[in-house]
């Protein structure tokens, strides 16, 4: 279906300041938005409170308000302006939350506005608790037990139930803001206090909790014509209980086998079609590691952190596609800006690993409570792309700018091995240094595993890591010397540095830990032919020729132009 | 079609156009935010609008730099000089632009340096002599601009003899810090050695700096120079005094209380500073305005784009990126119709107000201090600074109670001033709240304050009353008694908690307090574009 030429102008409402929870990624989505909208020959009107915006800048929208993001400010924006839509999806959970005033309050009606892209009553339903579990039983697909809690004595049900441990989520709030888990009758008593009080429809939810269990996300689109795609797979490194803004992430998932990845994704695609979204959203799933067994925890209804990570991720523009989408277009209508060849409708295939890891702010307040858990306390957060994990997980650790450069930190290494069990038990941000401490000591992926419930698999690559840095320690005089001598040093030494590259050790790690100049390491890699080269992100593993020059660096054989 | 400037349609790389290398700022983190994304997205454009091929360096996938279609080449990568010189071998650029990245671009201007690698704009050795405390203070005696007296120290010994010779209090800090990092206002001796024992690690290596604190009104001003001509775009004031840490102040633009004397040291010494420090680019100086001689003091320099840029840019109409980016390249400042000097003041007024993210943050003291908390800013606009105010409050999240009631808790050095501000919110009919000693002096200069118990006093205690709803505000100044301050960051984790906004400083308040009037006015507050502001054409 060709775009709707009704729709003339449009409203985009933005995300408003940086705050834990909602960070640079509507800024992003935001842009490309109107962009896209622009492309189709829309006026774009656009609302935000932060200048600091690409967004409100007048060379992305026409007409540009840096306007408190209320409903007083908005309604006068709207009668000012008359956009024939309203576009609320891309402004994250801010601008969720005033279009769902503003359409409430009637205003949306009486200037003669609508909503564009999914509509309010999807947006319900994916986000009002009651009633997703409702639709999910309908669909007959499975989530935990769980208990919608509106006043403290409603408590009864799920204590008379004795399930423990419960996790309590307030309703409509940022990042998880006052959920947690509680293992006892005071703990939830407290915690569903707070809730209540931080959630804006005074409701949290409170289900059981799947400790241990695999946490894995689905980005998945659909049109108004009922095409539904998925965009990509991502999966946590840490199991259920961290929030996935705190969590490491992977993309695609790599433990999954493939009758779990389909059995995921086809839940996913039914759960988008069951709610009626035209546009993007996120399927979050939690994935027994002993069964097929599996429970769906969320939806987000719109763009979200996690679509901007899986845009990144793939080369897919999710933002861009869920804007066409809302001014009526068809994902076979939409080109693929990557390659220009393909449209929309086809799904994004990976030939690399990527890697997410978040930044928290506790180098600021060493006083605060560093332990991760389902409320979100990163303020941003690093990915970076290799042909496999251990390269890609290095890469974003030397991103993160906490003056930790690889596998190893000063703070773990001055740990007590009580502390480092601790440390792995009781998820905090030192928790992957600890794990590498840990096997640096001895410990047993086995061990690690039953403190953390962290897979096996990513445990078992750590490992190999950790015995790669060993090796290179024990064959350090050899390095050093190689650094300093003109003369092209034993094969053993050149095979050792070209694995420890392709594992992505930065120099500086391998300074470190053989004694050697970084830059001599570097001069040496050089003069051995040890550099890197460059692959594009294509967005179909080079199956069509990209168009758009999107680079990450890997010490393989070849380059791509 | 619309588009951006600079925004080709053909991304495929040109083989005869030159390329330059634009290195991002990595993940948002608290002092480093969105802003400086934006500085590096719209230095992209400049450079594509120029006929150069702009590559961007950048590893935080939230981002409008990291978009696929922003720059003609990404390279997703972390921001260390060895990646960062794996891609300048694989490239071959004409240089690097580090100004737009903050902290992190700059801190590569060195080894890159130290590679052969051209950075364009200020030179290596001009960013060095900026960030260099000795060399900078050389520069500062040199021109004759005044700072606040102080040394760098290697020991507590030397720090108790500087603090005595210029008198407390004094700021106390490490020599390289980001975001104003275990940053202290010290009043006494006593905990001065604390300081020195717990809060740092100090070493010949790392010194740190002891300066006067000096009383009076913090400004900040960006500049673009080309060597010779010098824009000043605006001044911006900030809100509250000095001591709060400028990523953590209102500020507004134009400034509101300094004197023509006062702006026109600014502008000269912000003047002679950028031709001294040979700047090609951008820079960003803040000063205190000395209440006591009224003299602007130099308190610290960024040879480099700051939070600022996008804020000015969007209130003074001045592409401030594009226009430091095409001094890079060779433009100068003339030759893109500037003229050197303060631009004249738009008829709007904004405001700038940070915003926190402390609900999320359990155990993490909310009291603003040299050490800067915010996670994101907003801005109010309009044609008057209470309106201005207003917005900026509501924007911030502060849900501005134009009646109700509050509980004041002030420290004893504050209760004076802190009476002042209390009185009007009383008058506007507000109940007043306070502990002991603060409801005590209340009574004594006339204000019918209701006492409450402190937090130790059992039930029905301070916290209780924040927590029962029916507080609307918090005003709560913070003490240099510590075990005042215990309490204290207990009654403040309690607002947040109940979602009660709490002020800890009284500009904050007496700003508030101009808000609330303004909203009480009745008047309608302006609705206009960026563009409409601009032009004057608000109602």
């Not at chain 1, 924006?77 to 601008?95: N, Y």
């Not at chain 1, 709610?275 to 993007?280: A, M, P, T």
């Not at chain 2, 079609?1 to 083989?15: C, I, T, W």
């Not at chain 2, 690690?201 to 740190?208: N, T």
Request: proline share 5%; hydrophobic share 40%; aromatic share 6%.
């Amino acid at each position: 279906m060709p775009r709707d030429a009704s729709i003339k102008k449009v409203l985009v409402i933005g995300s408003g300041p940086i705050i834990i929870g909602q960070a640079a990624e509507f800024d992003y989505a935001g842009t490309q938005a109107c962009r896209a909208l622009r492309e189709e020959g829309i006026s774009v009107v656009l609302i935000n409170s932060n200048p600091a915006t690409i967004m409100t800048d007048t060379e992305i929208a026409d007409r540009v308000y840096i306007e408190p993001l209320n409903v007083e400010f908005a309604e006068r924006v709207i009668a000012r302006e008359r956009p024939d839509g309203i576009l609320p999806t891309l402004g994250g959970q801010t601008g969720l939350n005033l279009a769902t005033q503003l359409a409430e309050a009637g205003i949306v009606d009486k200037y003669g506005a609508r909503l564009l892209g999914t509509p309010l009553k999807s947006i319900r339903k994916a986000e009002d608790r009651h009633e997703f579990r409702e639709l999910m039983r309908e669909i007959g697909e499975p989530v935990p037990e769980s208990w919608i809690v509106e006043e403290e004595s409603q408590l009864d049900e799920p204590l008379k139930s004795g399930i423990w441990p419960l996790i309590v989520r307030p309703a409509y709030t940022l990042g998880g803001t006052g959920g947690g888990i509680a293992y006892n009758e005071a703990e939830l008593r407290e915690i569903t206090r707070r809730g209540l009080s931080l959630s804006m429809h005074h409701q949290v939810m409170i289900e059981r909790y799947l400790a241990g269990w695999k946490e894995v996300e689905y980005e998945v689109m659909r049109d108004a014509n009922d095409t539904a795609i998925t965009v990509c797979n991502m999966e946590n490194f840490d199991p259920m209980g961290v929030h996935t803004g705190d969590s490491i992430v992977i993309a695609p998932s790599q433990t999954l086998s493939d009758k779990e990845y389909q059995m995921l994704r086809t839940a996913s695609l039914k759960i988008i079609r069951a709610l009626g979204i035209e546009g993007g959203c996120n399927v979050q799933l939690s994935l027994s590691p002993h069964s097929f067994d599996y429970y769906v925890i969320e939806v987000n209804p719109r763009v979200s952190r996690s679509s901007a990570l899986a845009s990144k991720a793939t080369g897919y523009p999710i933002a861009r596609v869920a804007a066409k989408i809302a001014v009526g277009l068809h994902l076979e209508e939409i080109d693929n800006a990557v390659t220009r060849k393909t449209l929309a409708c086809f799904e994004p295939a990976l030939d690399y690993c990527v890697v997410k890891i978040p930044r928290w702010p506790f180098d600021k307040f060493n006083v605060a409570d560093r332990r991760i858990s389902t409320q979100m306390k990163a303020t941003g957060e690093v990915m970076a792309i290799d042909r496999a994990f251990e390269p890609a997980l290095h890469k974003a650790i030397r991103s993160l700018e906490v003056g930790i450069y690889g596998l190893q930190s000063k703070a773990s290494s001055k740990m007590s091995d009580v502390e480092i069990e601790e440390a792995i038990r009781i998820p905090n941000d030192e928790r992957l240094w600890a794990i590498t401490e840990a096997l640096r000591r001895g410990v047993m992926v086995e061990e690690i595993h039953s403190l953390s419930a962290i897979d096996p698999w990513f445990l078992r690559k750590l490992k190999g890591m950790v015995e790669l840095e060993t090796e290179i320690k024990s064959q350090s005089s050899a390095i050093l010397a190689a650094s300093e001598a003109e003369e092209t040093p034993p094969a053993d030494v050149v095979s050792l540095l070209t694995r420890a590259k392709r594992a992505g050790f930065p120099d500086r790690s391998l300074s470190d830990l053989t004694g050697a100049v970084e830059l001599q390491i570097r001069k040496l890699r050089k003069r051995l032919g040890i550099v890197p080269v460059y692959k594009i992100v294509d967005t179909c593993a080079a199956e069509f020729e990209a168009e758009t020059p999107y680079f990450y660096s890997c010490y393989d054989s070849e380059n791509e132009q | 079609m619309n588009s951006a400037p600079g925004h080709r349609k053909d991304s495929v790389l040109s083989e005869t156009r030159k390329k330059i290398v634009v290195i991002g700022s990595g993940p948002i983190r608290i002092g480093q935010g969105i802003e400086f994304d934006y500085c590096s997205v719209h230095c992209v454009w400049a450079l594509r609008e120029a006929g150069y091929d702009a590559i961007i360096v950048n590893n935080n996938p939230e981002t409008v730099s990291t978009d696929f279609d922003t720059s003609d080449r990404l390279f997703f990568e972390p921001l260390t000089s060895e990646d960062v010189l794996n891609i300048l071998d694989r490239e071959e650029p004409e240089g690097v632009i580090v100004q737009f990245g903050g902290q992190t671009a700059i801190n590569l201007a060195r080894p890159l340096h130290e590679m052969g690698i051209r950075i364009f704009g200020s030179s290596y050795d001009s960013i060095d002599l900026a960030e260099d405390r000795d060399r900078f203070e050389k520069v500062l005696s040199e021109l004759g601009i005044p700072k606040p007296a102080g040394r760098a120290v290697t020991n507590a010994e030397a720090a108790v003899t500087v603090a005595s010779e210029i008198g407390y209090p004094v700021l106390v800090r490490p020599s390289y810090v980001l975001g104003g990092r275990a940053m202290e206002i010290v009043f006494a001796e006593e905990d001065l050695r604390r300081y020195m024992q717990y809060a740092v690690d100090v070493s010949p290596k790392a010194p740190i700096l002891v300066d006067k604190y000096v009383l009076g009104k913090e400004v900040e001003v960006d500049v673009i120079s080309d060597g010779v001509d010098c824009l000043l775009p605006g001044i911006m004031e900030h809100i509250e005094r000095a001591g709060v840490h400028s990523g953590d102040s209102m500020a507004v633009y134009p400034p509101q209380s300094l004197s023509q004397d006062v702006i026109d040291q600014i502008v000269d010494s912000a003047t002679r500073l950028a031709r001294r420090l040979e700047v090609r680019g951008l820079m960003n100086i803040q000063f205190v305005v000395d209440n006591a001689t009224n003299t602007a003091q130099v308190l610290e320099v960024n040879p480099r784009a700051s939070r600022t840029v996008p804020y000015l840019s969007k209130i003074t109409g001045i592409p401030m990126v594009r226009v430091a980016t095409h001094v890079m390249l060779g433009k100068t400042l003339k030759e893109q119709g500037y003229v050197s000097g303060l631009h004249p003041n738009t008829g709007s007024i904004s405001v700038k107000a940070p915003v926190f993210s402390f609900a999320k943050l359990a155990k993490v003291d909310i009291g603003l201090g040299p050490e800067m908390k915010s996670t994101g800013e907003i801005m109010g606009m309009d044609t008057q600074y209470s309106k201005a105010l207003y917005k900026a409050m509501v924007a911030s999240g502060i849900d501005v109670p134009t009646r109700g009631s509050m509980i004041a808790t002030l420290a004893d050095a504050d209760k004076q001033e802190g009476a002042g501000v209390i009185r009007q919110f009383s008058d506007f009919g507000f109940d007043v709240y306070a502990t002991g000693g603060t409801a005590r002096y209340l009574k004594t200069v006339g204000i019918d304050a209701i006492e409450v118990k402190k937090l130790h006093e059992g039930e029905g205690n301070i916290v209780d009353l924040i927590k029962s709803g029916k507080i609307d505000l918090l005003i709560n100044t913070l003490s240099s008694d510590k075990r005042i301050e215990r309490e204290g960051t207990q009654i403040r984790r309690a607002s947040v908690e109940a979602g009660v906004p709490c002020l800890t400083s009284l500009d904050t308040a007496q700003a508030l307090l101009l808000a609330l009037a303004a909203r009480r006015g009745g008047e309608d507050f302006a609705l206009a574009t960026v563009d409409e502001y601009l032009a004057g054409t608000v109602n």
